[in-house]
């Protein structure tokens, strides 16, 4: 496969991630203007891989693990600026305006920018995950 060239890369490491995937690329699509989007999977056993590439995204395939799958994503990208994601984020509406303007800022280090997202962690406080799994520490 060949480098993305593109100002704007947008990163998703993904493991079996079918049920979420469909809502985080369409948010990302709805405001990507031109954006590469880069999903890296694990051996996904779901259909992670066909949903993303039926979605837009260039699908790289990586060994198991967040860093790796990332350092793959990264180096597949050829952009100014990079966009890390998980893949059950849901960016809220929005979000790209708070990208254009880190890159209008132009500062060559990593930004981080507060939007509302819909993740995991929400779906944890609102059934009682965090509490079962800080018991099981």
């Known amino acids: 496969m060949s480098a993305l060239p ?7 490491p993904a493991l079996d991630a079918a049920a979420c995937l ?8 709805a ?3 031109g ?8 051996a996904s056993g779901d259909a992670t891989r066909a949903l993303a590439e039926a979605g837009g995204a260039r699908v790289w395939l990586a060994g198991r693990g967040r860093g790796r799958q990332l350092a793959a994503g990264v180096g597949a990208a050829r952009a100014e600026f990079l966009l890390l994601l998980h893949a059950d984020t849901k960016l809220a509406p929005g979000w790209s305006e708070e990208v ?13 920018f507060e939007t509302r997202t819909i993740t995991s962690a929400i779906r944890w406080r609102r059934y009682g995950w965090l509490r079962r799994s800080a018991r099981n520490l």
Do not use: F, H, Q
């Open 6 to 12: 593109c100002s704007l890369a947008i990163v998703i």
């Open 22 to 29: 469909p809502a985080t690329l369409a948010a990302l699509k």
């Open 31 to 33: 405001e990507a203007n």
């Open 35 to 42: 954006a590469a989007i880069i999903l890296v999977d694990s």
């Open 100 to 112: 254009a303007l880190s890159r209008r800022i132009g500062r060559a280090r990593l930004v981080a």
